[in-house]
């Protein structure tokens, strides 16, 4: 078994698992995604999990990223500080015999602490694909999403924002929770949202107005989860973008969330150009494990 042979690269995060079946020319040719996140793994239990995946992709060398490294994990991967690049992750790298590696988090701890786990390969791998340029600001929209400042084709720094989690526990565990089972989408209600989180004139208080104004017939059912993603992805671009003037926004990950950050960042006045985040972790991984080889 050689990683020159082909290899399979695994984004495992909290909720879900991808894997990406490359071949000895660099190019993914299989792959899946599943609920198989590190949440529904118990402990003890991830060496099945592994023999899982390459029962579906074949028996190849594999590169895991993201929360299988954490301590909740396989095997806890330490973080590598900012700034970091594919040299550093590839330095910080654990091996678990000669055919699996995990790549390690990044870690953020100045005037703030903050860290990520699986967004730095898209990074990296964005930057070496030429799909961002070496210094710019990433949003990368998520369960947890992040902003990214980009400077010499390195990680500089970054901030979490937990819009994600926040809107999950709002639809499934919040008095709001009826309103919030449709689809949220671009439009008027998401863009009144979006308008009101920039304002930054309190957050709690309007979620709770949203509630108030279905009740005394202001807001019908279908724009509740709109407007209430446009209050939350509002304050997250206004934390973002910070005391910043006038720039230009990647925005990097999946297109459902990527398209509702940009049109909240076009509210905001800021550009935003659209990359796509899964193409970017298959540079990425492919980029670490050449210097493996």
Known sequence: MSWADGFIAVDWGTTNRRAYLMDSGGKCSAEFDDGRGILSIARGEFEPAIDEIRERLGNRPLLLAGMVGSNRGWVEAPYVPCPAGVEELARGLVRIGDHVVIVPGVSLSNHRCDVMRGE???LVGAVA???IPADCLVCHPGTHNKWVEVSGGRIATFRTVMTGE?????????ILSDLLAGRAKDGDSFREGVRKGLSGDGLTAELFETRARFLLGRLGRADGASLVSGLLIGE???IGLGTRGALRVIVMGRPQLT?????ALKV???ESEQKDGEGAFIAGARNI???LQ
């Open 289 to 291: 494990v050449e210097r």
């Open 166 to 174: 926040l809107f999950s526990m709002l639809k499934h565990r919040s």
């Open 268 to 270: 905001a006045g800021v």
């Open 120 to 122: 730095e390969v898209q």
């Open 259 to 263: 398209a509702l950050y940009s049109a």
């Open 236 to 238: 997250d671009v206004r």
């Open 129 to 131: 694909s030429g799909e």
